[in-house]
C-alpha cells in the first residue's frame, strides 16, 4: 500500500507563493492519475488540481492560473506550485489518486494566507 506525505505548507501574506510536495512511499508510475486535495474544517474535501500519466491536467477554476501541478514518476511525487495566493486559499492540502482517493490519507500539509 503506497503511504503518501505531503510537505511545504506554511503561512504567507496574499499574493504570495508556495510550492508543495508529496513523496509516495512506492511508485506512481502506473497511478492512472493523482491529485492535489483541500480541506478546510466543516467543509467537504475538494479536488484542487489533477495529473494523469500523460500529463495532462485538470484545475478547479477558482485556482486555474495560480496553480500548477507536477507530476514525477521517477521521485514518485507530485507537486503543486501555488502562485498569486488568496485567503480563501487557507486550507489542509493533501494528495492522492484521482478520482476514488485509493490510497491512505497522508497527514496534509497546511496552507494559511493572510490578508
Known amino acids: 500500500q503506497v503511504q503518501l506525505v505531503e510537505s511545504g505548507g506554511g503561512s504567507v501574506h496574499a499574493g504570495g507563493s508556495l510550492n508543495l510536495s508529496c513523496v509516495a512511499s512506492?511508485?506512481?508510475?502506473?497511478?492512472?492519475?493523482m491529485a492535489w486535495y483541500r480541506q478546510v474544517p466543516g467543509k467537504e474535501r475538494e479536488v484542487v488540481a489533477t495529473?494523469?500519466?500523460?500529463?495532462?491536467?485538470y484545475y478547479l477554476g477558482s485556482v486555474r492560473g495560480r496553480f500548477t501541478i507536477v507530476r514525477d514518476n521517477a521521485k514518485n511525487s507530485v507537486y503543486l506550485q501555488m502562485a498569486s495566493l488568496k485567503p480563501e486559499d487557507s486550507a489542509t492540502y493533501y494528495c492522492?489518486?484521482?478520482?476514488?482517493?485509493?490510497?491512505?490519507w497522508g497527514p496534509g500539509t497546511q496552507v494559511t494566507i493572510s490578508s
Open positions: 492522492n489518486e484521482f478520482p476514488w482517493g485509493n490510497y491512505d
Open positions: 495529473i494523469t500519466t500523460a500529463g495532462s491536467n
Open positions: 512506492g511508485s506512481i508510475r502506473l497511478i492512472a492519475a
